[in-house]
Structures are given as structure tokens and as C-alpha cells.
């Protein structure tokens, strides 16, 4: 996103509006002052006099989703992911972007960018989610082969898809569906169990190794941009 824009977002300003007081001073990028409008924003720093600009509107959240909370946006009896959030982000219309099963790990997208969303889930766009699994029992290649060239979950058959072994019990999976449980329902059709699931990768963003169980963190524009790309 160029630095005008940006600005211009984040300060309720028109285009020239932000250029001009660009031109005039006080907007750093990452501690270095920035005087060209047309420089690119990615994943740095932006502040005008000290204080951190962001842009209004539209929020994307990139959540390391901890065991045991639902990947929903209410619930009367569970804890749910927007339980983690203050009240700011709360307030803001945030959803999941695609769900993680209540005991399962890792990246979530939390929008309030409905047509973002739409077009993440949609099976047309066969975006990427890649995961890491824990197995009750050793995995060998036969079993492999026969996941990465599709198998059936009870009335549907999977997409080729790539497997790769992490360990005698551990393996990562990359899949472009979602159907229900579909990881476990998987690794059940070869004659196998998932004792514990991590999402890594999602729409062609790796999951922040800083972020701890339970924290988030924005994405930056570098990062939307990557999305964006992934779904076009």
C-alpha cells in the first residue's frame, strides 16, 4: 500500500490531504522519517509525531487459536476465540475466517471482511491449509501415497493433497477443502488416529512462531497482500 494511502486511512484524510503533510514532516517508517508519498508500506512501523497510525475499517487478525476455545463468535456455555479479545476488537465485528475444532491448534483468521472470507472458504479458489499432526501410530508410505491421491471420508473423496512425514508419529498435511473433521476423518479412512492438530499455514501465510496459544496480532499490508494474491 503506498504511504499516501495509508495515511489518508488511517488519519481520515483525503489522498492530497496525506501527501501534504507527508511533504511537511513528522511521518516515520520504522524510525526513519518517510517524505515520499508514493513509498510502499509492507510491514513496517508508521507513525505520525510519535503516534502509531493504523488504518480504520477493516481488521484482519492473524490468532495462534489455543485447545479448548471454540472457532465461533458466541457461545452461551464454551469459552469462544473472541473471549481473547478486548472489547475494542470485539466491538469491531470480527468472525473466524473458516473454523479450527475446539480441540485443535494454530492460525486462525479472525475479519470483519466479509468478502474477504467468502472468497478464503470458497472451494473454487482451493486455498491452501497446511497442518501438523500428531498420529497414534506410525505412518509409513503406503499410507501416504494412498492420502496425497485421495481417499473417502464417508461419501466424499478427497483432493490430491501433500503429505509430509515429520516423524514416526508426526506429519504435516497441506489440503485446499474443508470439509468437517476432514484432517481426522483422513487420517481415520488409512486406519489411523489424530491425537493432536496444528494449523501452520494458511491462505500462503505461515503462522507467526512469536505468537504464544491465545495471542494475535494484525496482519500487516505485506501479508494482505499475500492473501489477496493467493485468491485472486
Do not use: W
Request: proline share 4%.
Amino acid at each position: 500500500m503506498r504511504l499516501d494511502k495509508y495515511v489518508a486511512d488511517a488519519m481520515g484524510l483525503t489522498r492530497s490531504e496525506a501527501r501534504e503533510l507527508i511533504k511537511r514532516g513528522g511521518v516515520t517508517m520504522d524510525g526513519e522519517p518517510a517524505m515520499a508519498p508514493a513509498a510502499h508500506v509492507d510491514c513496517q512501523e508508521v507513525l505520525y509525531k510519535g503516534e502509531t497510525l493504523k488504518p480504520k475499517g477493516l481488521v484482519y487478525l492473524m490468532m495462534n487459536k489455543p485447545a479448548g476455545v471454540l472457532s465461533v463468535t458466541e457461545d452461551k456455555n464454551q469459552r469462544t476465540v473472541m473471549d481473547l479479545l478486548p472489547d475494542s476488537y470485539r466491538r469491531s465485528g470480527l468472525f473466524p475466517a473458516g473454523r479450527l475444532d475446539k480441540d485443535s491448534e494454530g492460525f486462525l483468521l479472525l475479519t470483519n471482511d466479509g468478502m474477504l472470507a467468502h472468497e478464503i472458504l470458497s472451494p473454487k479458489k482451493k486455498v491452501g491449509k497446511t497442518y501438523e499432526v500428531g498420529l497414534a501410530r506410525e505412518l509409513d508410505d503406503e499410507k501416504i501415497y494412498i492420502l496425497e491421491n485421495g481417499v473417502d471420508i464417508g461419501g466424499y473423496v478427497t483432493s490430491p493433497c501433500t503429505v509430509e512425514k515429520l516423524g514416526p508419529r508426526a506429519a504435516r498435511i497441506t489440503i485446499t477443502e474443508g470439509k468437517y473433521h476432514q484432517v481426522k476423518r483422513m487420517f481415520k479412512a488409512v486406519g489411523n488416529r489424530v491425537d493432536a492438530l496444528k494449523r501452520v499455514s494458511f491462505a500462503g501465510l505461515e503462522l507467526d512462531g512469536s505468537l504464544a496459544p491465545g495471542e494475535y496480532r494484525e496482519l500487516c499490508t505485506k501479508e494482505l497482500d499475500k492473501i489477496l494474491r493467493t485468491i485472486q
